[in-house]
């Protein structure tokens, strides 16, 4: 089930709320994990043996490690190995068998069925991994109840897409969280707001995105090819954002403050910036989890520049098993290490000339992202170049520019930017020195009504049969 699904929004998000509020407190986390499972077995119940078996296995390890104390070290090794066990074997079991035919063609006499990759196990596992090892370091305690464990595992709101949350962050709101009418409202709104990047900005990009894409790159030419990067640029930050500000909006609806996942990412001036503001809980995860670990910056600058495009090669590989993800993570990662030799993130991040030669390092970055394969990046990149054999007549960014893809396209630029942020902290601040007045009122019901209107076509949108998954699922 995805939070577009007219089933989601009709059915189930009413009945668990509604549910949720007659409920007395000692029986509302048992009935968010009832509902949870029942959010992740919509499509495929089978798979949500996969999720049980984790928050089982983590629960046991997690008291084991606490008992442990000093010497849980041996734990910890065997909560790595069962939880990178289960991940590596669904994730990326077909990816290696596939390159093991390549080498060794003989391997096609042993036929096999495909492993299917059960939804979101890349993040529940990294969340069930980050509760062992907080435990472990002392960071956390080891939760009693399974109840409770496996609602933090499998809550439905972050469960498919993120953001990853640490247990120590949510540990106390699990066992005890605070309700409001304010609360309440404040999630309505981050949550239309989140179906809207979805269903008005990044479902409408990806219409042209998805069919230049698709299309033979060697006969793109290059405004058709850079129209196509644009619009996944913009669709894949829509999308994901989206379904964050989904993801923090429900949160909020039953009592939870999940840590913010996005920060303006296309504003960055270094792609060192761009990392601290894009996909924030994954970045912090590596950063805690794996570069520290590791050294991170404190054994001299040749093993800062290895762990740097270690941790990159992982990430991309996190995100998808195929060597174009790999190609994408490096290259990130080869970014960060010239960033660091040239000082640059220190002495020219902040001039003028950081933001666009950061986002054009990320759009290219993004071709690897979205391409079916490292060779079709490659040609697609080509075309970008102008080296393309693309005459741009059967094909031509003049076909997408329709009146809707061009709103589309204005609202996800005026949408990457931070205004929303600055009039809300403006109207705050105006709001502390001269009260509720006349002013304040209309800019409130003018709030509540964009917020309708923003509901009300998104509905329309959605009865229009234009649902797509989100794009961070398949991850």
Not at 67 to 94: D, E, I, M, Q, T
Not at 127 to 142: F, H
Not at 243 to 259: E, H, K, N
Request: glycine share 8%; net charge positive; proline share 4%.
């Amino acid at each position: 089930m995805v939070f577009s699904h007219p089933t989601f929004l009709f059915l189930f998000l009413p009945a668990v709320l509604a549910l949720y509020a007659l409920a007395p407190r000692w029986a509302r986390n048992a009935l968010l994990l009832v509902a949870s499972l029942a959010f992740y077995a919509f499509d495929r119940p089978e798979i949500t043996l996969v999720m049980l078996a984790s928050i089982a296995l983590n629960w046991a390890l997690g008291l084991w490690v606490e008992r442990a104390g000093a010497r849980s070290g041996v734990v910890v090794a065997l909560a790595l190995a069962v939880n990178l066990g289960l991940l590596g074997f669904f994730k990326y079991w077909n990816f290696l068998w596939d390159n093991l035919q390549a080498l060794w063609p003989q391997l096609e006499r042993f036929p096999r069925d495909p492993v299917e990759l059960p939804i979101g196990i890349s993040f529940f596992t990294f969340q069930a991994l980050s509760y062992v090892i907080d435990v472990r370091r002392g960071e956390a305690r080891a939760q009693r109840s399974p109840l409770d464990f496996g609602l933090y595992i499998a809550l439905f709101p972050q469960l498919i897409a993120g953001p990853i949350v640490r247990y120590r962050d949510v540990a106390e709101q699990i066992v005890e969280r605070k309700h409001s009418l304010e609360l309440f409202a404040r999630g309505v709104r981050r949550f239309v707001v989140g179906l809207g990047k979805k269903m008005l900005i990044a479902n409408v990009l990806a219409g042209p995105a998805k069919e230049i894409f698709e299309h033979n790159p060697q006969a793109l030419d290059a405004s058709t090819a850079w129209l196509g990067a644009l619009c996944y640029t913009a669709q894949i930050y829509f999308d994901f954002s989206g379904y964050s500000d989904m993801a923090i909006g429900l949160g909020l609806m039953f009592g939870f403050r999940f840590l913010e996942n996005f920060n303006y990412p296309y504003i960055a001036r270094s792609v060192t910036d761009f990392w601290r503001r894009w996909h924030i809980s994954l970045s912090s995860w590596f950063r805690d989890y794996l570069y520290i670990p590791l050294g991170g910056n404190r054994a001299g600058a040749a093993r800062t520049y290895f762990n740097l495009l270690a941790v990159f090669c992982l990430c991309g590989l996190w995100h998808g098993a195929a060597w174009n993800f790999v190609v994408w993570g490096l290259y990130h990662g080869a970014f960060l290490v010239f960033e660091r030799v040239t000082r640059r993130e220190s002495r020219g991040a902040a001039s003028w000339l950081g933001l666009p030669v950061t986002l054009l390092v990320v759009v290219v970055g993004w071709v690897f992202f979205n391409a079916p394969s490292l060779s079709h990046a490659l040609e697609f990149l080509r075309a970008m170049a102008g080296a393309g054999s693309g005459d741009g007549r059967a094909l031509h960014a003049g076909l997408f520019f329709t009146p809707t893809v061009l709103l589309a396209g204005v609202a996800a630029v005026i949408g990457s930017t931070p205004w929303l942020r600055a009039l809300t902290l403006w109207r705050e601040q105006r709001a502390a020195r001269n009260g509720a007045d006349g002013v304040e009122t209309t800019l409130e019901w003018s709030s509540i009504g964009a917020i309708a209107v923003v509901l009300v076509l998104s509905a329309m949108t959605l009865s229009g049969g234009t649902l797509n998954p989100f794009i961070y699922f398949r991850f």
